[in-house]
């Protein structure tokens, strides 16, 4: 059925059926009745809940309000009424206040509306209602009904209260954790917020989830409850890519750079991006580790080598001290731009690695930009040489000095390098093409220079050198080359100069010897130029010089200036000990001079004028003794030396040695040098020799022809009173010199006095001196021991032989022995042989001693030893004694102990051993024989041993030693109840004075002491030794061991036997099969500790450390060596040794100490 309208549809006119007025009229009569008839209020208010119309609603619940009996259900139905025409203000006001409802059963549509309106209200700007709300939800939000909680939360939303719709909806039975959280987070309540995201996270852990309660913990500052959710997250293994990522966001804005590093790496390692690989380098960057960093930033840069990429690795190649690594990386930085920078860069760091060839490529790309400064560019040269060679070098300078014509330094360097390659034309060619207007330096001057002398051109060579620079402005090494040419060329001018010149620049690199021998000294000009050269360099040979010329001159002033300066030099050289022996001489302080000489010869035993000086001051002196000492000396080492001839011929002459010294005149008469004394003194040999012929020629000759000159000569007088003896009458002679002994006595006078052959001359010169005749001459006290001789004056002989401080220890020895005082005697010959005493004078005072003494040197030495490792100790007493050119030792010895290997209990034994060492005949250096007996386990063993030492060049020495049941130290079984029967070979080659290398080989057998046989060895040992110094001895060697025993495989029935063992015993149980050893060590020495002989001046000490490495086992041991020696009354020594190793050649610590004492009787 149609309503009362026409369907819209139809698009046609409505029809109105009623007017407002009728329906006005209608509501009136309704309510009259209502009013009149009163029915069911509550039926009719709920029927108007459901009008249509709310004014005709509010119409019909207006009658039914009744003021003196309120009702809810009206009110409530009123105010939903004006809700729904949106007049909420009066439906505000039916429902206020709200309370009125909560006991009735509209308490939740009421409150419901109530909350409704009010957020009305405040839709439209309502401020109060707003407020009124706000507190209506705040007091409902611990006792919000179920139903409600979503439109009140909703409420507390719409006006801006986000806190309180949280409060409500977090009153739900059943939480909505994501709401709750999504409320927490518009209500700024991150703890809250925080804990409903957690709960989200433990119902679902899926990464969204992580990540939310990641960036809460971190919102609030809870970092360590972040780190503590990845450990959970990671353990449940759902950490995957976007995790890490996630944890490395966390970790930095964390501030905590070394996990965010941590976890970027752990991303980077399951990763192939090398956005990845990138984040992991900056992070390891900011964390501080490097190392990380470059090696994620090196995988970045395999796979996209950018620019910025590769110098962060240069940089960081750079910061971890890697030049190496840094030139790489600069390598491929030039090959995408070779800058300035870059280069210089590639070039220091090719320098630092050594890499000259790649700083030889940087340097050439940098000079032909023409970056390279002036001192880098011959650096680049100079390694360019060194990388690629001098002739791939000059094809560089070619092209260089083509590229930069007027460079005097290309130019310069070309020419050095033509040179190299011995292109000397090519160098005078270049020399004509030399750039103009450039002041040529000396260095580039001196590459064509040297071209032009290996041409012979050395004119043209000096005239270069004067084109370069005056000699003022050169330094000491340039005008040292100059000199040299000149010196080489004989421009003695210009020797002149530059030497003059290097005084100034210079002083240190003058000559002193060519510059005395350019200057004239007779000229005042050039001695202040040698007296200005001493005192800039302080050179003894400038002293020496004008010495020299004082001497020469007489000049004193000058002898006694060069004294004076002479007093500032107390060093010992040769030539200061020359000058001043010189000096001694012209002041005739012969005394001095003769100390002189003997220190000058013990320091210096090659020194030729020191030795000549001292021949002559032994005749001077008169000192046959000293004189016999020197010359035969110089007459073995100076043969060839015809100085020395008129000395060795005098000096022969008063030794006795005849046919000698005829040798040495007839050597100076046929090289027409003899003087008129050399033809006086040979006359006198030939006479004793019996050719009074050639006596009386060479005499005439001198009395003839030389007789005026001889009277002028120092002592001559007394010389021409011999030959007037000779040719007038020997008593003229002595009657003349007697007159002038009586006239005024002098030294010299009484000299040839005494030396004139006549009865009783020295009883007369004895009875002249009782007399005070020759008060004022001194005798030597050598002299007057041969006065006291020859009158066979004891007690003298006796005095001077105990107090006199001029004898030699040989005169006094001398002395004793004709006094019969052997044992005197020999005390002073053993004072004198010692380590002081020149070895030269050594083997005649050893003979000397050997045939005045009828046991000769001898003495008793004891020892006690323990060997510590093994528990046994040897007792040893030694009697040795000079036999046969060589040394006797016999020797007992006493063993003991209880040892610590499981063969024994106690050990007990005794040993004798008699040896002798010397130097029997030809080229040995040293023969020992030895022959050895012990005792022990009730069986003797004799031993025998043959060594010999040999020289076969002046650098090599070998030695050979047999040895047939010797003793042995192999290992403690052995030492106790072994032998050895071996053959070893040695030698040495001493490469230089320093270096030597030593070889010994060694095959050997082994037995016990009851024929058992134990094995058999193969033994080499290598050292190489670098001696470091002399005194006292201290060099540091390696040395390697190797021994190979091949050990018998038969039991050792006759030791079992001896033993009683029901166990078989073996050769295992005696050797190792094999020992390899590598020493390194260090030796200090001075003498030998124990061994009798003044071989070194007390103390005497040894130390030795070393490092080992045992092959076999694999280990490093250690070594320690040490022993010392004092004398205790002169004659004697108390020493101690010890030796400690960590492991032995069995592989056992090994510790050795002894203490013992010596007396030479």
């Given at each position: 059925?149609?309503?009362?309208?026409?369907?819209?549809?139809?698009?046609?006119?409505?029809?109105?059926?009623?007017?407002?007025?009728?329906?006005?009229?209608?509501?009136?009569?309704?309510?009259?009745?209502?009013?009149?008839?009163?029915?069911?209020?509550?039926?009719?208010?709920?029927?108007?809940?459901?009008?249509?119309?709310?004014?005709?609603?509010?119409?019909?619940?207006?009658?039914?309000?009744?003021?003196?009996?309120?009702?809810?259900?009206?009110?409530?139905?009123?105010?939903?009424?004006?809700?729904?025409?949106?007049?909420?203000?009066?439906?505000?006001?039916?429902?206020?206040?709200?309370?009125?409802?909560?006991?009735?059963?509209?308490?939740?549509?009421?409150?419901?509306?109530?909350?409704?309106?009010?957020?009305?209200?405040?839709?439209?700007?309502?401020?109060?209602?707003?407020?009124?709300?706000?507190?209506?939800?705040?007091?409902?939000?611990?006792?919000?009904?179920?139903?409600?909680?979503?439109?009140?939360?909703?409420?507390?939303?719409?006006?801006?209260?986000?806190?309180?719709?949280?409060?409500?909806?977090?009153?739900?039975?059943?939480?909505?954790?994501?709401?709750?959280?999504?409320?927490?987070?518009?209500?700024?309540?991150?703890?809250?917020?925080?804990?409903?995201?957690?709960?989200?996270?433990?119902?679902?852990?899926?990464?969204?989830?992580?990540?939310?309660?990641?960036?809460?913990?971190?919102?609030?500052?809870?970092?360590?409850?972040?780190?503590?959710?990845?450990?959970?997250?990671?353990?449940?293994?759902?950490?995957?890519?976007?995790?890490?990522?996630?944890?490395?966001?966390?970790?930095?804005?964390?501030?905590?750079?070394?996990?965010?590093?941590?976890?970027?790496?752990?991303?980077?390692?399951?990763?192939?991006?090398?956005?990845?690989?990138?984040?992991?380098?900056?992070?390891?960057?900011?964390?501080?580790?490097?190392?990380?960093?470059?090696?994620?930033?090196?995988?970045?840069?395999?796979?996209?080598?950018?620019?910025?990429?590769?110098?962060?690795?240069?940089?960081?190649?750079?910061?971890?001290?890697?030049?190496?690594?840094?030139?790489?990386?600069?390598?491929?930085?030039?090959?995408?731009?070779?800058?300035?920078?870059?280069?210089?860069?590639?070039?220091?760091?090719?320098?630092?690695?050594?890499?000259?060839?790649?700083?030889?490529?940087?340097?050439?790309?940098?000079?032909?930009?023409?970056?390279?400064?002036?001192?880098?560019?011959?650096?680049?040269?100079?390694?360019?040489?060194?990388?690629?060679?001098?002739?791939?070098?000059?094809?560089?300078?070619?092209?260089?000095?083509?590229?930069?014509?007027?460079?005097?330094?290309?130019?310069?360097?070309?020419?050095?390098?033509?040179?190299?390659?011995?292109?000397?034309?090519?160098?005078?060619?270049?020399?004509?093409?030399?750039?103009?207007?450039?002041?040529?330096?000396?260095?580039?001057?001196?590459?064509?220079?040297?071209?032009?002398?290996?041409?012979?051109?050395?004119?043209?060579?000096?005239?270069?050198?004067?084109?370069?620079?005056?000699?003022?402005?050169?330094?000491?090494?340039?005008?040292?080359?100059?000199?040299?040419?000149?010196?080489?060329?004989?421009?003695?001018?210009?020797?002149?100069?530059?030497?003059?010149?290097?005084?100034?620049?210079?002083?240190?690199?003058?000559?002193?010897?060519?510059?005395?021998?350019?200057?004239?000294?007779?000229?005042?000009?050039?001695?202040?130029?040698?007296?200005?050269?001493?005192?800039?360099?302080?050179?003894?040979?400038?002293?020496?010089?004008?010495?020299?010329?004082?001497?020469?001159?007489?000049?004193?002033?000058?002898?006694?200036?060069?004294?004076?300066?002479?007093?500032?030099?107390?060093?010992?050289?040769?030539?200061?000990?020359?000058?001043?022996?010189?000096?001694?001489?012209?002041?005739?302080?012969?005394?001095?001079?003769?100390?002189?000489?003997?220190?000058?010869?013990?320091?210096?035993?090659?020194?030729?004028?020191?030795?000549?000086?001292?021949?002559?001051?032994?005749?001077?002196?008169?000192?046959?003794?000293?004189?016999?000492?020197?010359?035969?000396?110089?007459?073995?080492?100076?043969?060839?030396?015809?100085?020395?001839?008129?000395?060795?011929?005098?000096?022969?002459?008063?030794?006795?040695?005849?046919?000698?010294?005829?040798?040495?005149?007839?050597?100076?008469?046929?090289?027409?040098?003899?003087?008129?004394?050399?033809?006086?003194?040979?006359?006198?040999?030939?006479?004793?020799?019996?050719?009074?012929?050639?006596?009386?020629?060479?005499?005439?000759?001198?009395?003839?022809?030389?007789?005026?000159?001889?009277?002028?000569?120092?002592?001559?007088?007394?010389?021409?009173?011999?030959?007037?003896?000779?040719f007038v009458g020997q008593q003229r002679a002595e009657l003349d010199n007697e007159l002038a002994i009586f006239e005024r006595a002098t030294n010299e006078n009484v000299a040839y006095g005494l030396s004139i052959r006549s009865s009783f001359a020295l009883q007369k010169y004895q009875y002249w001196q009782a007399l005070d005749l020759l008060a004022d001459v001194r005798f030597s006290d050598s002299i007057m021991l041969a006065l006291a001789i020859a009158r066979e004056d004891q007690p003298t002989m006796l005095a001077l032989a105990r107090d006199s401080n001029q004898l030699s220890e040989f005169e006094r020895a001398t002395a004793f022995d004709l006094l019969s005082e052997n044992f005197a005697a020999w005390q002073a010959g053993e004072k004198a042989l010692n380590s002081s005493l020149p070895a030269n004078q050594q083997a005649p005072l050893q003979r000397f001693l050997a045939d005045i003494h009828t046991e000769h040197s001898h003495g008793v030495r004891v020892e006690h030893t323990v060997q510590q490792t093994w528990n046994v100790a040897y007792d040893q007493l030694t009697y040795y004694r000079p036999l046969f050119d060589g040394w006797l030792n016999l020797d007992g010895y006493q063993e003991y102990g209880q040892p610590t290997t499981d063969l024994l209990d106690t050990y007990q034994a005794q040993r004798l051993r008699a040896g002798w060492v010397g130097r029997p005949w030809g080229e040995l250096n040293a023969v020992e024989l030895a022959l050895n007996a012990r005792q022990r386990f009730g069986k003797t063993t004799f031993g025998q041993m043959l060594y010999g030492s040999f020289n076969t060049g002046e650098r090599v020495q070998q030695e050979l030693r047999l040895s047939r049941h010797m003793p042995t130290t192999q290992s403690e079984n052995m030492a106790l109840l072994g032998r050895e029967d071996r053959i070893e070979w040695s030698g040495s080659w001493r490469a230089t004075r320093y270096e030597q290398l030593s070889l010994g080989l060694s095959l050997a057998r082994f037995h016990?002491?009851?024929?058992?046989?134990?094995?058999?060895?193969?033994?080499?040992?290598?050292?190489?030794?670098?001696?470091?110094?002399?005194?006292?001895?201290?060099?540091?060697?390696?040395?390697?061991?190797?021994?190979?025993?091949?050990?018998?495989?038969?039991?050792?029935?006759?030791?079992?036997?001896?033993?009683?063992?029901?166990?078989?015993?073996?050769?295992?149980?005696?050797?190792?099969?094999?020992?390899?050893?590598?020493?390194?060590?260090?030796?200090?020495?001075?003498?030998?500790?124990?061994?009798?002989?003044?071989?070194?001046?007390?103390?005497?000490?040894?130390?030795?450390?070393?490092?080992?490495?045992?092959?076999?086992?694999?280990?490093?041991?250690?070594?320690?060596?040490?022993?010392?020696?004092?004398?205790?009354?002169?004659?004697?020594?108390?020493?101690?040794?010890?030796?400690?190793?960590?492991?032995?050649?069995?592989?056992?610590?090994?510790?050795?100490?002894?203490?013992?004492?010596?007396?030479?009787?």
């Open positions: 059925m149609k309503s009362a309208k026409y369907d819209l549809r139809d698009k046609q006119k409505r029809i109105v059926l009623i007017n407002r007025t009728s329906l006005y009229t209608l509501a009136i009569v309704t309510l009259t009745l209502l009013w009149v008839l009163q029915p069911n209020r509550d039926l009719l208010v709920r029927m108007m809940d459901s009008a249509q119309d709310p004014n005709i609603a509010i119409a019909f619940l207006k009658v039914l309000q009744d003021k003196d009996q309120p009702s809810l259900q009206v009110d409530y139905s009123l105010a939903f009424q004006y809700s729904r025409l949106g007049q909420y203000n009066k439906t505000r006001a039916l429902l206020t206040p709200i309370t009125r409802f909560y006991e009735s059963e509209l308490r939740i549509s009421a409150t419901s509306l109530y909350t409704q309106t009010l957020l009305n209200l405040t839709l439209v700007g309502n401020d109060s209602a707003r407020q009124e709300l706000e507190q209506y939800l705040l007091t409902k939000i611990l006792e919000v009904e179920e139903r409600q909680i979503d439109s009140f939360s909703d409420y507390a939303l719409q006006i801006g209260r986000p806190n309180i719709a949280y409060y409500i909806r977090s009153q739900a039975g059943t939480p909505d954790e994501a709401q709750l959280l999504d409320l927490a987070l518009q209500a700024n309540l991150p703890g809250r917020a925080v804990e409903h995201a957690y709960r989200l996270y433990l119902d679902n852990p899926s990464q969204p989830n992580f990540a939310q309660v990641l960036a809460l913990f971190e919102a609030l500052k809870r970092f360590d409850n972040g780190f503590a959710l990845y450990r959970r997250h990671q353990q449940l293994g759902l950490c995957e890519a976007q995790c890490k990522q996630t944890m490395v966001d966390f970790s930095l804005r964390a501030n905590q750079p070394k996990q965010a590093a941590r976890f970027a790496i752990l991303k980077a390692n399951s990763s192939s991006q090398s956005s990845d690989w990138l984040q992991a380098s900056q992070l390891s960057l900011a964390a501080s580790d490097q190392l990380a960093a470059r090696y994620w930033l090196e995988k970045v840069a395999e796979v996209e080598a950018k620019e910025t990429y590769l110098e962060k690795l240069h940089d960081y190649a750079l910061w971890e001290g890697k030049p190496q690594r840094a030139l790489q990386y600069s390598k491929k930085l030039l090959a995408i731009e070779s800058s300035q920078s870059r280069l210089q860069q590639a070039l220091l760091e090719a320098g630092a690695v050594g890499d000259i060839q790649a700083a030889s490529d940087f340097g050439y790309e940098l000079a032909r930009k023409g970056l390279l400064a002036d001192g880098e560019r011959l650096v680049w040269v100079n390694n360019n040489d060194k990388a690629f060679g001098a002739r791939l070098t000059l094809v560089r300078l070619q092209n260089l000095q083509q590229q930069f014509p007027k460079s005097q330094f290309y130019w310069g360097q070309t020419a050095r390098f033509y040179g190299f390659t011995g292109q000397l034309q090519a160098v005078v060619d270049l020399w004509e093409r030399r750039p103009s207007g450039q002041a040529l330096d000396f260095e580039t001057a001196n590459y064509f220079a040297k071209s032009f002398v290996a041409l012979g051109k050395l004119e043209q060579a000096l005239a270069i050198y004067a084109e370069a620079q005056t000699l003022g402005q050169l330094d000491g090494s340039q005008l040292a080359q100059i000199l040299s040419l000149a010196n080489y060329t004989g421009a003695e001018d210009i020797e002149r100069a530059v030497q003059q010149a290097l005084l100034v620049a210079d002083a240190k690199r003058i000559d002193p010897y060519r510059l005395s021998e350019l200057l004239d000294l007779s000229s005042s000009e050039d001695r202040q130029t040698l007296w200005q050269a001493y005192r800039e360099t302080g050179s003894l040979v400038v002293l020496n010089s004008l010495l020299s010329y004082g001497l020469q001159t007489q000049d004193s002033q000058i002898i006694e200036r060069v004294a004076a300066a002479l007093e500032s030099h107390q060093d010992d050289t040769q030539m200061a000990m020359s000058m001043r022996l010189q000096l001694q001489l012209y002041r005739g302080s012969l005394a001095q001079a003769r100390a002189s000489v003997e220190s000058m010869l013990e320091q210096y035993p090659n020194n030729a004028d020191a030795l000549l000086n001292g021949l002559w001051l032994a005749v001077q002196l008169r000192d046959w003794q000293w004189l016999q000492q020197l010359y035969w000396r110089a007459a073995i080492g100076h043969q060839g030396d015809m100085a020395f001839y008129p000395v060795l011929g005098f000096g022969a002459s008063k030794l006795g040695l005849l046919s000698q010294a005829n040798y040495w005149y007839q050597a100076l008469n046929q090289a027409d040098q003899l003087r008129i004394t050399d033809r006086l003194s040979w006359a006198l040999v030939a006479e004793q020799q019996g050719n009074q012929a050639l006596a009386q020629q060479q005499r005439w000759l001198v009395f003839s022809q030389f007789g005026q000159a001889l009277k002028q000569s120092p002592q001559g007088e007394l010389s021409y009173r011999s030959l007037v003896a000779t016990t002491d009851f024929n058992d046989r134990i094995g058999d060895q193969f033994r080499a040992q290598l050292r190489v030794a670098e001696q470091l110094s002399r005194e006292p001895g201290w060099q540091v060697y390696g040395q390697f061991d190797y021994q190979d025993n091949r050990i018998s495989q038969q039991p050792l029935n006759g030791l079992s036997n001896y033993l009683n063992s029901d166990a078989s015993l073996s050769g295992n149980q005696f050797l190792q099969p094999q020992y390899r050893k590598f020493t390194l060590g260090q030796h200090l020495v001075h003498g030998e500790v124990g061994v009798p002989g003044p071989d070194r001046r007390p103390p005497r000490y040894w130390l030795d450390t070393s490092v080992e490495y045992n092959f076999v086992t694999r280990r490093v041991g250690y070594g320690f060596s040490l022993a010392g020696g004092l004398p205790l009354m002169g004659s004697d020594e108390l020493f101690f040794k010890l030796r400690w190793q960590s492991a032995d050649q069995n592989n056992r610590k090994s510790l050795v100490w002894n203490l013992g004492y010596f007396v030479d009787f």
